[in-house]
């Protein structure tokens, strides 16, 4: 499993070979097969991990009885932690969980639905509690992931942000904006 996330991680699915992954983990190719029918099933292993971790990290933020805008911080930190803990099965998780057969491809796509289902969950708290405009809400929810899942192509773990405080700034943005008085163009907060 290491060898093949950061093969798929490096090089992508289509772009690495059982061999490779064989020869990272010093086996030989043959001997690979005693642990794994496809090379599709070590995607599959990666990708459900991946999705799995988002839901776990997610999970105990949603029974937190907080206000919404602290579950979005502590979500965004959730998400972010994920990706920062696995940097290589994030990136597979993101990009390659597409190339997988179409049953296997479903289930993946069920629990990313799932995960999203969660976010609008925090939202729909904070539209009810006032916390939130109801307007863009899911545009709202494609923001948060966008910018959270765009994490692991600059987080490093030797930098000079944890995930918290990446979290943290990446919510009073979302939650404030960058404008210097909260107000739009026409004037309204």
Same mark, same amino acid.
Not at 32 to 55: P, Q, R, T, V, W
Not at 93 to 106: I, N, S
């Given at each position: 499993?290491?060898?093949?996330?950061?093969?798929?991680?490096?090089?992508?699915?289509?772009?690495?070979?059982?061999?490779?992954?064989?020869?990272?983990?010093?086996?030989?190719?043959?001997?690979?097969?005693?642990?794994?029918?496809?090379?599709?099933?070590?995607?599959?292993?990666i990708a459900?991990?991946?999705?799995?971790?988002?839901?776990?990290?997610?999970? $105990? &933020?949603?029974?937190?009885?907080?206000?919404?805008?602290?579950?979005?911080?502590?979500?965004?930190?959730?998400?972010?932690? &994920?990706?920062?803990?696995?940097?290589?099965?994030?990136?597979?998780?993101?990009?390659?969980w597409h190339?997988?057969?179409?049953?296997?491809?479903?289930?993946?796509?069920?629990?990313?639905?799932?995960?999203?289902?969660?976010?609008?969950?925090?939202?729909?708290?904070?539209?009810?509690?006032?916390?939130?405009?109801?307007?863009?809400?899911?545009?709202?929810?494609?923001?948060?992931?966008? &910018?959270?899942?765009?994490?692991?192509?600059?987080?490093?773990?030797?930098?000079?942000?944890? $995930?918290?405080?990446?979290?943290?700034?990446?919510?009073?943005?979302?939650?404030?904006?960058?404008?210097?008085?909260?107000?739009?163009?026409?004037?309204?907060?």
């Amino acid at each position: 499993m290491a060898a093949a996330r950061k093969l798929f991680s490096e090089k992508g699915y289509h772009g690495t070979t059982i061999r490779e992954i064989a020869e990272e983990r010093g086996i030989l190719s043959g001997s690979l097969y005693a642990h794994i029918d496809s090379k599709e099933d070590l995607l599959f292993a990666i990708a459900d991990e991946g999705a799995n971790a988002f839901i776990d990290a997610l999970t $105990p &933020v949603l029974e937190k009885d907080v206000s919404a805008a602290e579950k979005l911080r502590l979500g965004l930190a959730a998400h972010i932690g &994920v990706i920062a803990h696995r940097l290589e099965a994030a990136r597979v998780f993101f990009h390659e969980w597409h190339a997988l057969g179409k049953e296997r491809r479903q289930e993946i796509l069920e629990k990313r639905l799932s995960y999203e289902a969660m976010w609008d969950e925090i939202l729909q708290q904070g539209i009810s509690q006032g916390e939130f405009s109801a307007d863009g809400a899911r545009f709202a929810r494609l923001l948060i992931l966008s &910018v959270a899942n765009w994490v692991y192509q600059w987080y490093s773990p030797n930098g000079s942000h944890s $995930p918290e405080q990446i979290a943290h700034q990446f919510s009073a943005l979302i939650l404030h904006g960058i404008a210097a008085n909260h107000e739009d163009k026409l004037g309204r907060r």
